[in-house]
């Protein structure tokens, strides 16, 4: 167990040691700090082991994020940029054929995405990845609500202590946006690799498109 979960979190154990490094590299008067705040566009995808009848069909919906970042450059038009994210993501299921309500759960993440900018002009362009733990979640469908297990652990489809939704979660990034005096505006796209789902017989993988509005201190 205990080797399984440093396993797990030495992704984001080598982006703090990583981050770490390249800031104590550079001139500290030229690092630069920021803010930003996102409307997201979230779903996960979904596949099945085996042909589902009545797949339910996945949907979008709307979350919101703020993120901290710190800007690195590396030379006149490349920097690193990591950052700490307070995000909401999850999914929201269409009712199968003869169900009434949809089905949603609703995560919050702490992530730490990290990306290369390249910049030209006012315009910027980035790619990189992010490790994120969950802290919170709920699952809602009518009337019912209740909070999230998370964990990797299932037994049944009939068990009770099966765990609802992974705690961890890791994938890629791009961004392109447009910086205007200490004002940013960007497009962010995450493509999740991780799969979040504790049950063998689905896979699940968080996507999410968002626009972002952040100030450079």
């Known amino acids: 167990m205990e080797s399984k979960k ?9 982006l703090l040691v990583l981050t770490a490094g390249i800031v104590n590299a550079q001139d500290s008067s030229k690092v630069t700090y920021g ?4 409307i997201n566009n979230n779903s996960t995808t979904r596949s099945s082991t085996f042909d589902e009848v009545n797949p339910p069909k996945m949907k979008n919906f709307r979350s919101y994020s703020v993120t901290v970042i710190v ?11 990591p950052g700490l994210e307070l995000t909401t ?3 929201q299921k269409g009712a199968s054929t003869g169900g009434s309500d949809d089905v949603e759960y609703r995560v919050t993440y702490l992530q730490a995405p990290i990306n290369l900018i390249a910049k030209y002009r006012n315009f910027f362009l980035g790619a990189g990845g992010y490790f994120a733990r969950a802290l919170k979640g709920t699952y809602e469908s009518g009337s019912v609500k209740d909070d999230l297990k998370f964990g990797s652990s299932y037994i049944s489809s009939a068990s009770k202590k099966n765990d609802d939704w992974e705690q961890y979660d890791y994938g890629a990034s791009m961004l392109f946006g447009y910086k205007l005096k200490k004002f940013t505006f960007n497009v962010n796209y995450q493509y999740g690799l991780k799969d979040i789902d504790p049950n063998p017989y689905y ?15």
């Open 89 to 91: 993501k999850g999914q």
């Open 35 to 38: 803010i930003k705040v996102g």
């Open 203 to 217: 896979r699940s993988k968080n996507r999410g498109v968002s626009l972002e509005l952040g100030f450079i201190f």
């Open 6 to 14: 440093l396993k797990t979190q030495l992704p984001a154990l080598l």
């Open 71 to 81: 800007d690195v450059p590396l030379t006149s038009v490349l920097s690193v940029q």
